[in-house]
T-cell receptor
């Protein structure tokens, strides 16, 4: 199957700082990438859908100015958590898809665990 | 509105068969996917049902009944490594996205 990488795998930052997470599709062109967050023992909550070359579509309740998403190329999407606070601590996972086939069969990155002190 | 229901936890013994049910209520339904996630890991795709009936992939099978808005994942010959969380995820073509259920934590015991 397709390979999706995420970097960093974990990050600890101070409250008020910004953190950038990268999501790369290594062996296919991902026209669409998805960003999820997951709290311990809970489900994956879709935050936004990122389409290459256009603005991301955010889910209801997700602050666009806080979670900046950029999908500059067919292999890279970034999520920047701006002015992070302890409540932003979570597991952030990206997934990639390029067609309706790969959207229902999404390929997930390994996730980034963010801890905000 | 949209709703998904799965049992929160299921326990079974090694070698047994277990069924994880999923009922859904969603608009623009195209099909039902199932994902497995081990603790601290990334979800991995298990199966997708677009049509009614049973899809078999090795030890895992998935079933869909569109008229009942119901599906299940069947795991046979359970192994310890099957201990994980299992999520059903309806695919809604209109939104072109997956919505994940609350997940079922499967514990396989000796």
């Amino acid at each position: 199957g397709a390979v999706v990488s995420q970097h960093p795998s974990w990050v600890i930052c101070k409250s008020g700082t910004s953190v950038k997470i990268e999501c790369r599709s290594l062996d296919f062109q991902a026209t669409t990438m998805f960003w999820y967050r997951q709290f311990p023992k809970q489900s994956l909550m879709l935050m936004a859908t990122s389409n290459e070359g256009s603005k991301a579509t955010y889910e209801q309740g997700v602050e666009k100015d806080k979670f900046l998403i950029n999908h500059a190329s067919l292999t890279l999407s970034t999520l920047t958590v701006t002015s992070a606070h302890p409540e932003d601590s979570s597991f952030y996972i990206c997934s990639a898809g390029g067609t309706s086939e790969t959207i229902r069969r999404q390929y997930f990155g390994p996730g980034t665990r963010l801890t905000v002190l | 509105g949209q709703s998904l229901e799965q049992p929160s936890e299921v326990t079974a013994v090694e070698g047994a068969i277990v069924q994880i049910n999923c009922t859904y209520q969603t608009s623009g339904f195209y099909g039902l996917s199932w994902y497995q996630q081990h603790d601290g890991g990334a979800p991995t795709f298990l199966s997708y049902n677009a049509l009614d009936g049973l899809e078999e992939t090795g030890r895992f099978s998935s079933f869909l009944s569109r008229s009942d808005s119901y599906g299940y994942l069947l795991l046979q010959e359970l192994q310890m490594k099957d201990s994980a969380s299992y999520f059903c995820a309806p695919f809604t073509g209109g939104g072109n996205k997956l919505t994940f259920g609350t997940g079922t934590q499967l514990k396989v015991e000796l």
